[in-house]
């Protein structure tokens, strides 16, 4: 019997165990009948065992008193054994005792396993707590994220507004002065630097390990964010870049590797309590512990951000303030035309600096030379027109005539005979004078930033431009720019300082700054952008973009309209070379036969002065007698009655001051005085002047010869 | 009796007015105050003829252009 009543203590230690149903405890031996005194030491003994055995598993757990529970069943049997230990009874009544206490054991297992399922389910029912309030906290956590960006979204959209209103001003009164980039530059606001720092900080926060979780993914978090978005549509529209940094940005907020960490601990804990009652009272233990610590790690992290948060929200206050006094102190700008004073301040400090940069780089000495070239091209015109004039009073030709042949004969050699007029020629060549126009000037900007970039950065390029025009206007086309846009920006003096940013020679990566211009992430509804006076502003995409298409078109429409300039100039200008050389060789055919007409006339008084003056030369007056002939000969000139007026004056009585009475007279008195009749004089003025001049010097002499 | 058209002024007038080289006006010139009455005629007659040259030259340039502008 010994042997096979085990002591009570196995049994204890048996049921410690908590054996399952199928266990070997269920073929347990049958007991003999005993002494009651020592079955009652038994019972209590098993009393003992179950309520030390129940306590030790129970430990730390709140809820079902254990106790109670076997006390109610264990003193029922007790006692029930208590009536019978008395009675000294016949074994089978002490085997049907062991029986009972056997059921006795069987319910309290039962209990045991009730309590302990009990447990399990309360603490899984914690843990679920937990993981809710988790959840919740974390969806609280971003859905004040979210209304705060939404709030930040307002302000900068009423902010955008109020510059979009001031860019407008600006831009209109700038087109009415003159064609610049719409809202090219404003002075960098306080709200702009604000936006500038609060997105550093953002970058920062992002890249903190310590702050930011590694891992973003998170179901319940991308779930949310996209109910959010789904109830936010339509201002999602409007502000697509800040939904755009949400989806990309890491939520600070959630700790997704903490809340994994916890739903699997707590799924941990929650499958040994089934089990057995060590592992499951351990894994409660354990499960709680853990999830005591979680809870207070978290309300510590809780309250760490709660505090950053009102730091956050305390300090964007301040800025925003700051920036509304300063936009305010903008609109209000003690009116609109003091906004503008300094705004076409700005303008010209912009032109200024864009002049400077064009001589620089040498725009400035092709204006120069234009200039010159345009003076140059005045002048000629001018000594064209006086030639022409001088040509019209030579030849008698009218000029129209001249440049009709002219351009003739320059559609033969210009136009190679196929193109008779200017608008023909210009018409036939616009297209490729276009393309020579534009490599030219491209290469002309591009080439500025060449001689930009360092030793080092050139040889990147293998020191080869032609590759640096390449993957330059690449980037450009990665970025969205068209050529003529591209081209446009770096005209109007916006410049490629990305350049040198590192990292440009990568293709395979999105290289977003080609140009001045931070265009930011895709989706942003601003980016910054740097213009020609190297400030650093806001701007919208659309009105960037606008811009963008504005200066692209005034790239290429310049280069078209030079083009047609510049044909139309050479052909101009071969028609007034081909003009000139006409009016030219008609001027030295005439002159040349003028001159040869002329010749034997020259020669002729030539040889009668040679021999005029060798007469006189013989007949040196004596100087005794200089005297007498300065009496005689010395007097004052009648301005009327001279030697010229008498040969002048007698042409038909009408080339000396249009009075024939006093030509007459001078006539009869000159030519009485050397004793030529006046009767004759009149007859010879009727026969013509070579005549009567012929006659007069017939008289002359022969009246010489008389002396 | 004075000779108008035969004082040195009038002859140098004349001189000046004729289409001939500087160098050759200038040593007529000179020698007017010299030259007596018949040498004066003389003069006087020889001008004429220049100045007739001077007027026919003339007359044939025109001439000439005339016929250009045809």
């Known amino acids: 019997m010994a042997e096979t009543l085990r002591p009570r203590e196995d049994v204890v230690q048996e049921h410690s165990s908590l054996p399952g149903p199928g266990s070997g405890e269920n073929n347990a031996p049958k007991v003999a009948p005993e002494d009651p005194a020592k079955v009652q030491a038994q019972i209590k003994g098993l009393k003992a065992s179950l309520a030390e055995g129940t306590d030790t598993f129970v430990t730390g757990l709140k809820g079902a008193d254990v106790g109670e529970i076997l006390n109610k069943d264990t003193i029922a049997a007790e006692n029930k054994v208590k009536a019978e230990a008395g009675l000294d009874e016949t074994v089978n009544k002490i085997i049907a005792n062991q029986e009972k206490q056997r059921a006795i054991q069987e319910s309290t297992r039962k209990i045991a396993d009730n309590i302990a399922k009990a447990e399990a389910e309360k603490v899984r029912r914690q843990a679920e707590a937990v993981q809710q309030e988790q959840q919740r906290l974390a969806q609280q956590a971003e859905a004040d994220r979210l209304a705060e960006e939404a709030r930040a979204m307002k302000e900068n959209v009423d902010r955008a507004k109020e510059r979009a209103e001031v860019g407008k001003a600006v831009a209109k009164s700038e087109a009415e002065k003159q064609p610049t980039p719409v809202g090219v530059v404003q002075e960098e606001s306080d709200i702009a630097k604000a936006m500038k720092e609060a997105d550093k900080r953002n970058r920062q926060t992002v890249t903190n390990p310590e702050v930011a979780p590694q891992n973003n993914s998170n179901p319940l978090r991308d779930e949310m964010i996209r109910a959010v978005e789904k109830a936010n549509k339509p201002k999602a529209e409007k502000q697509p870049v800040a939904i755009a940094n949400k989806a990309e940005t890491p939520n600070q907020e959630v700790q997704p590797d903490q809340e994994k960490s916890f739903v699997r601990r707590a799924g941990e804990f929650a499958r040994p309590v089934v089990g057995g009652v060590k592992s499951r009272a351990e894994g409660l233990a354990e499960a709680y512990k853990i999830g005591k610590g979680w809870a207070k790690g978290f309300r510590e992290w809780r309250t760490e951000r709660a505090e950053r948060r009102a730091q956050e929200a305390k300090e964007a206050e301040q800025v925003a303030q700051n920036g509304a006094k300063a936009e305010q102190a903008v609109v209000e700008g003690k009116t609109n035309a003091a906004e503008s004073i300094d705004l076409h301040d700005i303008q010209k400090q912009l032109e200024a600096l864009r002049s400077e940069m064009k001589k620089i780089i040498g725009e400035g000495s092709k204006e120069d030379i234009i200039e010159e070239t345009s003076e140059a091209n005045a002048e000629m015109s001018e000594l064209l027109e006086e030639r022409q004039s001088l040509a019209e009073k030579v030849t008698g030709k009218n000029i129209a005539e001249i440049m009709v042949t002219a351009e003739k004969r320059v559609a033969e050699t210009l136009g190679d005979g196929m193109y008779n007029t200017r608008e023909e020629y210009v018409r036939a060549h616009l297209s490729r004078e276009q393309n020579v126009l534009t490599i030219a000037k491209e290469t002309d900007l591009l080439n500025t930033e060449w001689k930009n970039l360092s030793e080092s950065q050139q040889k990147k390029y293998g020191n080869n431009f032609e590759l640096f025009r390449t993957k330059t206007y690449q980037k450009a086309q990665k970025n969205g720019f068209s050529e003529d846009e591209f081209y446009g920006l770096m005209a109007a003096g916006y410049k490629p300082q990305s350049l040198k940013r590192k990292g440009f020679l990568n293709i395979g990566r999105s290289i977003s700054n080609v140009l001045t211009l931070r265009l930011g992430r895709f989706g942003r509804s601003e980016r910054r952008i740097v213009g020609p006076d190297g400030k650093k502003v806001w701007m919208r995409t659309k009105d960037f973009n606008k811009m963008a298409e504005l200066e692209g078109k005034k790239f290429k429409n310049g280069i078209a309209n030079e083009a047609q300039n510049r044909l139309g100039e050479q052909w101009g200008a071969a028609v007034k070379n081909e003009t000139e050389d006409s009016l030219e060789r008609i001027a030295n055919d005439k002159n040349a036969a003028i001159e040869r007409a002329k010749s034997p006339f020259e020669q002729g008084k030539k040889a009668m002065l040679v021999e005029i003056l060798s007469g006189l030369s013989e007949q040196l007056a004596n100087p005794s007698k200089l005297k007498s002939r300065e009496k005689s000969f010395g007097g004052k000139m009648d301005s009327e009655i001279n030697a010229w007026s008498m040969f002048e004056g007698i042409g038909g009585f009408g080339d000396l001051n249009g009075d024939p009475r006093k030509n007459a007279r001078i006539l009869k008195d000159g030519v009485s005085e050397l004793g030529v009749g006046a009767k004759d004089t009149k007859n010879m003025a009727e026969k013509g002047r070579n005549n009567f001049v012929s006659e007069i010097v017939t008289l002359l002499l022969k009246l010489a010869k008389n002396f | ?70």
């Open chain 2, 1 to 70: 009796m004075v000779y108008k058209i035969l004082l040195n002024n009038s002859l140098k007038d004349f001189v000046e007015k004729l289409n001939i080289d500087q160098e050759q006006k200038e040593a007529l010139v000179a020698k007017i105050p010299q030259l007596d009455k018949k040498q004066r005629i003389k003069l006087l007659a020889n001008l004429g003829e220049v100045y007739m040259l001077n007027k026919q030259e003339e007359e044939v340039v025109e001439q000439l252009k005339g016929k250009w502008q045809e």
